[in-house]
């Protein structure tokens, strides 16, 4: 199908379903839902379309009175073109995007799990640092952070630390912090000045649903026990911690910061879900990024993907040699947007060399 058949299909298929939400009394069960997000969908799609359509006409018609003999609507027409040459590359980009195969965990809701690496208790601190900043970048995109589980280090730093961020595309912001982060800087511990290189490994799981993921209940093994703080200090006197392993997989989640064993059980399964729903979702971009020549990284999270150096003030991002020398406002969160955009845009632009090859 030619591209512009295929757009008009969209077209098409955009009136219908506008048509068919019009009328949601002759709707089915959850077809009014479904149509609806098929609506907003093809939406964007289709007023670029219709944008690109005219601005096309717009040149043709520019262009012909250009080459008329009203030498003052020449003049306009020149202007006019002008503007069109620039705005119908981008029209054009911006349909190519809209048109690429659509990530279906970019609209999820995310669980992000921070954990110390090599370096001691420096690691621990630039981990909770990394888990401060999401926080703060969460807050500035109206998204609410809520914290899972932390499991602090002995100078306050964290071991580990989990959170469920909910919000708009939060998935889609956020997926490609995933990996190895290093930091080079004087720890607070060093009496000689000198700098030391640690890191942390952060993941970020697309939430999953009940509906992504079926979990049978025959399968877990529940653990209750007494809940601890650092050194063995009894937090509380009941056994609310929880610990639930996924026997056909392995995979073991343990919550303890909530006093109700109810609460802390429930947070235990939200990660376990996404951590099984995030398994599959690896399983299946690997095989898609395989016929890919490029991509922004591999996914794997033992990969070094960002340093931050704070003898120079500097952050790169590894994989697009992206610098930048505000390390104050990245770790504040306000300067991390333009890392998470640039990693978007990027990988945008390598999708659309694939589709071009």
């Known amino acids: 199908m030619s591209f512009d058949k295929k757009l008009d299909a969209l077209v098409a298929r955009h009136a219908e379903v506008n048509r068919a939400i019009s009328n949601p009394d002759l709707l089915k069960g959850g077809e009014f839902a479904k149509l609806s997000k098929e609506y907003s969908d093809l939406t964007p799609i289709v007023e670029t379309a219709l944008a690109l359509r005219a601005a096309t006409q717009e040149l043709e018609d520019a262009r012909a009175l250009i080459n008329g003999k009203d030498a003052d609507m020449r003049e306009l027409a020149l202007d006019e073109k002008a503007q069109l040459d620039k705005l119908i590359p981008k029209l054009t980009q911006d349909l190519q995007i809209a048109l690429l195969p659509k990530d279906e965990a970019d609209t999820k809701n995310a669980i992000l799990e921070v954990r110390a690496g090599t370096g001691g208790d420096e690691a621990a601190l630039f981990a909770a640092d990394l888990f401060r900043m999401y926080q703060r970048f969460a807050e500035l995109q109206g998204w609410k952070f809520e914290v899972l589980e932390v499991s602090d280090s002995a ?203």
Do not use: W
């Not at 990996?179 to 080079?184: A, D, K, P, S, Y």
């Not at 000198?194 to 877990?220: F, G, K, M, W």
């Not at 809940?227 to 639930?244: E, K």
């Not at 990660?271 to 990284?297: H, N, P, T």
């Open 155 to 357: 100078l306050g730093g964290y071991k580990d630390a989990s959170a469920s961020i909910a919000g708009k595309n939060v998935f889609q912001k956020l997926k490609f912090e995933s990996g190895v982060h290093r930091v080079q800087r004087v720890p607070a511990t060093e009496t000689q000045g000198r700098i030391h290189t640690s890191a942390a490994t952060v993941a970020v799981l697309p939430e999953a649903e009940d509906v992504d993921v079926q979990i049978n209940e025959n399968d877990l093994r529940v653990d209750v026990f007494r809940s601890s703080g650092p050194g063995g200090q009894s937090v509380n006197t009941t056994d609310s911690a929880v610990r639930i392993v996924h026997i056909p997989t392995g995979v073991t989640v343990q919550c303890q910061d909530e006093k109700s064993q109810h609460k802390n059980k429930a947070k235990a399964m939200k990660i376990l879900r996404a951590r099984i729903y995030d398994a599959e979702y690896q399983k299946r971009e690997a095989e898609r990024s395989a016929a890919r020549k490029g991509q922004v990284g591999s996914g794997d999270r033992s990969e070094r993907i960002r340093t931050y150096n704070y003898p120079q003030g500097r952050v790169t991002d590894h994989r697009i040699n992206m610098t930048s020398y505000n390390l104050d406002a990245v770790m504040e969160g306000s300067g991390l947007a333009q890392f998470c955009d640039a990693l978007i845009s990027n990988d945008q632009a390598e999708k659309l060399a694939t589709l071009k090859e």
